[in-house]
Nanobody, 126 residues
Framework: VQLVESGGDSVQAGGSLRLSCTASGRVVSVDNWGWYRQTTPYKQREWVATITSGGTATYSSSVEGRFTISRDDNKDSVYLQVNNLSPENTAAYFC????????????????????WGRGIQVTVSS
C-alpha cells in the first residue's frame, strides 16, 4: 500500500488549492486520514488536520476556518481544500493514513498502520 499526493502548486497569496491523496494497492478501507506540513526539511512536521472513519474532522488552530479536510471512501482518497493562502502556508504537505485494511498477495486480509505519502510542495507568493 502506498499513499500518493497530488495538487501541489505555486499560487499567489489569497489563492486556493485542493490537495488530494490516494491509497494505492488492494485497499479495503482506511480508518483515519490526516495531513501534515513541513516548512523546511530541518523542522518538525506540523499536524494540520485529521478525519476519522466516521467523518469527524479536526484542525490545527492555525488553519481552522480556511482549510477543509474531506474523504471519499469509494476512491480510497482524502482531500485538503486550502483557501485564502498566505506565504506562511508555504510547505511540503504530507498525507497520512492510520490503520489501512488491505488484501495481501494471497488475498488474505491484513491491517497496517502509520502510512505516509512522499509529500507535495505548496508555494505561496505575496
Amino acid at each position: 500500500v502506498q499513499l500518493v499526493e497530488s495538487g501541489g502548486d505555486s499560487v499567489q497569496a489569497g489563492g486556493s488549492l485542493r490537495l488530494s491523496c490516494t491509497a494505492s494497492g488492494r485497499v479495503v478501507s482506511v480508518d483515519n486520514w490526516g495531513w501534515y506540513r513541513q516548512t523546511t526539511p530541518y523542522k518538525q512536521r506540523e499536524w494540520v488536520a485529521t478525519i476519522t472513519s466516521g467523518g469527524t474532522a479536526t484542525y490545527s488552530s492555525s488553519v481552522e476556518g480556511r482549510f477543509t479536510i474531506s474523504r471519499d471512501d469509494n476512491k480510497d482518497s482524502v482531500y485538503l481544500q486550502v483557501n485564502n493562502l498566505s506565504p506562511e502556508n508555504t510547505a511540503a504537505y504530507f498525507c497520512t493514513a492510520d490503520w489501512i485494511t488491505y488484501k495481501g498477495d494471497t488475498f488474505d486480509t491484513l491491517r497496517g498502520r502509520n502510512y505516509w505519502g512522499r509529500g507535495i510542495q505548496v508555494t505561496v507568493s505575496s
